[in-house]
């Protein structure tokens, strides 16, 4: 967006502490070196409010003994270079008539590359020290897996990139999967263009690539661009730069890939019933398909309809009866917990007068009421809170915060089972948090989104470029978003097991 507030709050063009080295630069106040951001009014460096909100702290500070409440909202990130403004709650995109912007970035890459030629002996020797003493057998707390690059507001698309990274069925599928370049016609038209073909790219190779880069390990950070401009041929809702829902860019990425996949590969020849009708499952519908039984009950004359609905994830309403902000409920505060929002989803519902239900029996509508089971559970069980509500024709946003466990979340009150006319879910009732998605922010179309995800036991922040590690209780008292869940006794068929491609390479 463009901000009102940076002509009259930018000015500085070069940074303060010439004397230092970026790779030097520190909060002022609690001196971390990670998610540095350099204020545009004073040139003051302070980590951000995914670290320790210092740079936020700055602002609320100065404001608070400025008559000028806009003074100091605006910063800069040192890494990459984007700038935010706290004011607005979003990321702008626009520079002063003096380009105060371009004259700072430009000046904080040239220190870059300066101490880029300085000091490549030096890190050419420290890679080699580190290296032998990985071979040594020594562990290191760095994740394997890089970070992704912003490339302007599009934080909503790295942070489900990198829960659906770690999902690690899923993710070790689709890396297997051979190149699909062969396969998108020789003729190439511009993926940026509204009148393109959507048959001339496939998500699905685009995101092989991503996934494959990410696991690389190679670079700090990778940049998504070609997925993200498939996206926009394929998606015209997600063009340009604007602010997305996390989970809207996730519903669409799946159904995506799975219309592509059952293009792309025959059915396979297991029996296995967790494989799904013959031309309608895919390696999306193994993972994260699973079943709901609808029941709507007339209440004039009894009777009963039953319907079956596949879903990929559930939407669950966060109760209003709760209302703690925080895991330390103060005084006459409730704290929610994800039970209680599966309780609510599943409960019996009394349909409105809008919502009536046309009994086949009585030939007319009738009131009735509906009730939701879980027929059948997925191998990841991907649960969004809906955190966005329409109130007085704006979208607000719901801060209730909700507890939901790491480990043994049990699902069975939830499930349909041992009833006549039901088959038995198979297979373990416990599932184990493996990522969180996080909305940072207050409107639905600004703010960030970062993510949180275990691997070999090690919890991760991923906040675009940066990756980092974490304890378990941050990741307990983040206000989560979208919450992915592994099933404890995965139930997969062979083919995903020992994937065969070979008709791909035909």
């Known amino acids: 967006?463009?901000?009102?507030?940076?002509?009259?709050?930018?000015?500085?063009?070069?940074?303060?502490?010439?004397?230092?080295?970026?790779?030097?630069?520190?909060?002022?106040?609690?001196?971390?070196?990670?998610?540095?951001?350099?204020?545009?009014?004073?040139?003051?460096?302070?980590?951000?409010?995914?670290?320790?909100?210092?740079?936020?702290?700055?602002?609320?500070?100065?404001?608070?003994?400025?008559?000028?409440?806009?003074?100091?909202?605006?910063?800069?990130?040192?890494?990459?270079?984007?700038?935010?403004?706290?004011?607005?709650?979003?990321?702008?995109?626009?520079?002063?008539?003096?380009?105060?912007?371009?004259?700072?970035?430009?000046?904080?890459?040239?220190?870059?590359?300066?101490?880029?030629?300085?000091?490549?002996?030096?890190?050419?020797?420290?890679?080699?020290?580190?290296?032998?003493?990985?071979?040594?057998?020594?562990?290191?707390?760095?994740?394997?897996?890089?970070?992704?690059?912003?490339l302007g507001n599009t934080c909503f698309m790295n942070a489900v990139l990198q829960s659906l990274s770690n999902i690690h069925e899923f993710c070790g599928?689709?890396?297997?999967?051979?190149?699909?370049?062969?396969?998108?016609?020789?003729?190439?038209?511009?993926?940026?263009?509204r009148c393109s073909n959507v048959d001339d790219v496939f998500v699905v190779e685009e995101l092989r690539k991503t996934l494959v880069a990410l696991w690389q390990g190679s670079k700090s950070a990778i940049s998504p661009d070609s997925l993200f401009s498939?996206?926009?041929?394929?998606?015209?809702?997600?063009?340009?730069?604007?602010?997305?829902?996390?989970?809207e860019f996730m519903r669409y990425l799946l159904d995506r890939l799975h219309t592509e996949l059952l293009t792309l590969l025959p059915y396979p020849s297991s029996t296995s019933a967790y494989i799904?009708?013959?031309?309608?499952?895919?390696?999306?519908?193994?993972?994260?398909?699973?079943?709901?039984?609808?029941?709507?009950?007339?209440?004039?004359?009894?009777?009963?309809?039953?319907?079956?609905?596949?879903?990929?994830?559930?939407?669950?309403?966060?109760p209003a009866t709760f209302t703690s902000k925080t895991r330390k409920p103060k005084d006459g505060e409730t704290v929610c917990e994800l039970s209680d929002c599966l309780a609510s989803f599943t409960e019996l519902e009394h349909l409105e007068e809008s919502e009536l239900y046309r009994c086949e029996r009585c030939k007319k509508k009738q009131p009735s009421t509906k009730k939701f089971w879980i027929r059948r559970l997925p191998n990841v069980l991907c649960l969004h809170l809906k955190r966005f509500r329409w109130q007085n024709h704006f979208r607000c946003k719901?801060?209730?915060?909700?507890?939901?466990?790491?480990?043994?979340?049990?699902?069975?009150k939830f499930v349909l089972n041992n009833m006549h006319g039901t088959r038995n879910t198979a297979g373990c009732y416990e599932y184990d948090l493996a990522a969180a998605i996080v909305h940072h922010g207050t409107g639905a179309g600004s703010g960030h989104y970062t993510s949180f995800a275990i691997h070999d036991e090690q919890w991760f922040h991923f906040n675009d470029s940066n990756v980092s590690t974490c304890d378990v209780d941050r990741v307990a008292a983040c206000h989560a978003y979208i919450l992915f869940y592994v099933r404890r006794e995965l139930k997969l068929p062979d083919y995903v097991q020992s994937p065969d491609f070979s008709i791909l390479q035909a």
């Not at 051979?178 to 998108?184: A, D, H, T, V």
């Not at 498939?230 to 989970?247: E, L, M, N, S």
């Not at 719901?398 to 069975?412: A, I, N």
């Open 1 to 150: 967006m463009e901000c009102p507030h940076l002509q009259q709050i930018a000015k500085i063009t070069s940074p303060t502490c010439k004397e230092n080295p970026t790779s030097q630069w520190s909060c002022s106040v609690c001196k971390s070196t990670k998610s540095l951001w350099i204020c545009l009014a004073c040139g003051v460096v302070n980590c951000g409010r995914y670290e320790n909100g210092h740079a936020k702290a700055h602002m609320e500070d100065a404001k608070a003994h400025m008559e000028d409440e806009n003074h100091h909202c605006v910063c800069l990130d040192c890494n990459e270079l984007s700038v935010f403004c706290y004011n607005c709650d979003e990321f702008v995109i626009n520079d002063t008539k003096e380009g105060h912007l371009e004259k700072l970035r430009t000046n904080l890459q040239l220190m870059r590359n300066q101490q880029h030629s300085r000091r490549s002996s030096t890190e050419s020797n420290e890679n080699e020290k580190k290296k032998l003493k990985t071979d040594r057998g020594s562990k290191t707390s760095q994740p394997k897996s890089s970070g992704l690059r912003n």
């Open 173 to 193: 599928y689709i890396k297997q999967m051979p190149s699909l370049e062969k396969r998108i016609p020789v003729r190439k038209v511009k993926v940026h263009t």
């Open 230 to 247: 498939v996206i926009w041929k394929v998606v015209p809702r997600f063009r340009g730069y604007q602010q997305q829902d996390a989970h």
């Open 276 to 318: 799904g009708p013959k031309g309608k499952s895919s390696i999306v519908t193994t993972i994260f398909g699973g079943i709901l039984q609808n029941e709507v009950n007339c209440l004039i004359c009894g009777s009963e309809s039953k319907k079956h609905d596949p879903f990929l994830d559930l939407s669950l309403d966060i």
């Open 398 to 412: 719901v801060e209730t915060y909700v507890d939901f466990p790491l480990k043994g979340l049990d699902m069975s």
